[in-house]
């Protein structure tokens, strides 16, 4: 068995001493006398990243490495924007990509936090299994955005590497002698039972007033996180469960009530994610159940303005899908809709350039509700011909005669033209 580690900058930077030990302990492996996976494991990827152009005293490093963590001075995996502001929609190996990229430096006897270009991805493709532990029966694995950076980027990491999904575990050691490996489904399923789909669990984030709406919003963005990195792992009727629970109150827990009295752009951010989903495609609600999302998020953006975190505000596709659909499915009436058109206009313009308002990508003139293509005279208006910052000019000097022959060469033909014109104007 070879283990490949990746971690936090908080392992590396709080416990040094581990790492030399766990170094240690591969390079004993790599040196015995008899074969074994890491020494023919490391030859492999020796051969491999001196066939990518690796130099060769870098791939004899980056071979033997087996501790991969992000950048010195830097903690965790930097994934949380890409989760909420659904950068990852249309591109399934984003997460991935971005993972490989800034965990890749390694760490060793010979190198202190070096990336060395496809390092981390040459480790993981023979990887069959990712680990991640829990021991802390106070956090569960969507409380916070680090399983799913972590684990669930070294679970897209190694899928994208080695070309399927590796086995995905989880160890719980949160009882004492009740020590045991879990799918990572499995253990995500049972948590999501006992905690956000149950009403005594509901019933004590309301307790907590504006701090359990918050709590709520964020365990629906984390499990967006999850099955982006792990989608094998979640099955799609969650996000059915989260609409039945949250958005229709099916345990009639007074819920809509309270997230207005107590934090209204919570439910608000509830409904723009399970709105993204449905767009995505990654579950499809039934039209119904679609108004009614639409509706709910049409009239608490109108009472009480747009929360603008990520997914609201800065994902243009949901933006005009959430205006297109409203009006195709009739969701609120014509003014209600241009109120909300309104106030996401004024919410994200002009610092975020309107946010696609205008599918032709001009500055609008005037407001226009949200998806309406632009008429011709506006297309007109919003054209560009030529237009370069003068900020993104760079000048380079010739470095040959011959250089400066071409750049110079134009300068008597516009003189000639320039007295030509002079002379018979």
Known sequence: V???????????????????????????????????????????????????????????????????????????????????????????????????????????????????????????KQNQIVIHGRSSNLYGAIDSDETYQFA???????????????????????????????????????????????EKWIEAMKASGYAGAQHISMEIEHLYGFRATAPEQVDAEVWQQAMDIYIH?????????????????????????????DRQGVYQFSTEDRRHLVRAYLESVNASGVSCYANACANRK???????????????????????????????????ADLEIRSDGSPPAKHRPLGKPPSFPDSIQGMKIFEIPLANIRVRTPETPLGWAALLMPLPFGILLGVSRRRFS
């Open 2 to 124: 070879e283990v490949v580690l990746t971690m936090s900058g908080l392992f590396r930077d709080g416990m040094p001493e581990k790492l030399e030990l766990l170094d240690k302990a591969v390079r004993l492996v790599r040196e015995a006398p008899e074969d074994n996976v890491v020494q023919s494991n490391t030859v492999a990827a020796e051969q491999e990243l001196l066939a990518s152009g690796v130099a060769p005293e870098k791939a004899r490093q980056a071979a033997r490495a087996r501790i991969f963590g992000p950048q010195p001075g830097v903690f965790g995996v930097g994934m949380s924007g890409m989760m909420v502001a659904s950068q990852d929609d249309g591109d399934p190996a984003a997460p991935a990509n971005l993972y490989l990229r800034n965990m890749n430096y390694a760490y060793s006897g010979e190198l202190r936090g070096e990336a060395i270009r496809g390092a981390l991805k040459q480790q993981l």
């Open 249 to 277: 109150d099916k345990h009639n827990l007074g819920l809509e009530k309270w997230f207005k009295e107590a934090n209204p752009h919570a439910r608000q951010m509830v409904a723009a994610r399970l709105m993204e989903i």
């Open 152 to 198: 669930g980027g070294l679970n897209a990491a190694t899928s994208l590497a080695s070309g399927k999904a590796p086995e995905y575990l989880i160890a719980n050691a949160r009882k004492s002698g009740g020590e045991r490996y879990e799918e990572a489904g499995r253990f995500l399923s049972r948590e999501l039972a006992t905690r956000l789909w149950n």
């Open 318 to 352: 949901l933006i005009r899908h959430v205006a297109i659909t409203a009006r195709e499915l009739n969701a609120v009436s014509a003014r209600e809709l241009r109120r909300y058109e309104k106030t996401v206009f004024d919410a994200t313009s002009p610092a975020a």
